[in-house]
């Protein structure tokens, strides 16, 4: 069976970064693409990454410059750096995965994923 599991949250300073985790068991990596979402509080959830399995990335206009995906596929296991941190960026991250190649930045919806890790939890604060 599917299964992703995140890790890395944390609380952080403004401006400071993290590094998360999304590792993967019951499968491998190719032929699948993951994407990373996040809600904020009183938000709904939004995609802002997302990698295909031969390591294309997409990211959101609101993050793009201070997001990093990439992947080790030998760890089965798919990582989201985020620097300069800001208030905004709290919220609970979650990864998920989705079937297939390359479907583009349709890969940023919410819609295209069958199955979703329980999230961790990142705050930005002083």
């Known amino acids: 069976q599917l299964h992703v599991v995140e890790s890395g949250g944390g609380l952080v300073q403004p401006e400071g970064s993290l590094r998360l985790s999304c590792e993967a068991s019951?499968?491998?990596?190719?032929?699948?693409?993951i994407g990373w979402f996040r809600q904020a509080p009183g938000k709904e959830r939004e995609g802002v990454s997302c990698?295909?399995?031969?390591?294309?990335?997409y990211y959101s206009d609101s993050v793009k410059g201070r997001f990093t995906i990439s992947s080790a596929n030998a760890k089965n296991t798919v990582y989201l750096q985020i620097d300069s941190l800001n208030s905004e960026d709290t919220g609970v991250y979650y990864c998920?995965?989705?079937?297939?190649?390359?479907?583009?930045?349709?890969?940023?919806?919410?819609?295209?994923?069958?199955?979703w890790g329980q999230g961790t939890q990142v705050t930005v604060s002083s």
């Open positions: 019951g499968f491998t990596l190719d032929g699948y693409y």
């Open positions: 998920a995965v989705g079937p297939g190649w390359d479907i583009g930045t349709l890969c940023l919806l919410i819609k295209e994923y069958d199955y």
């Open positions: 990698i295909t399995s031969s390591g294309t990335t």
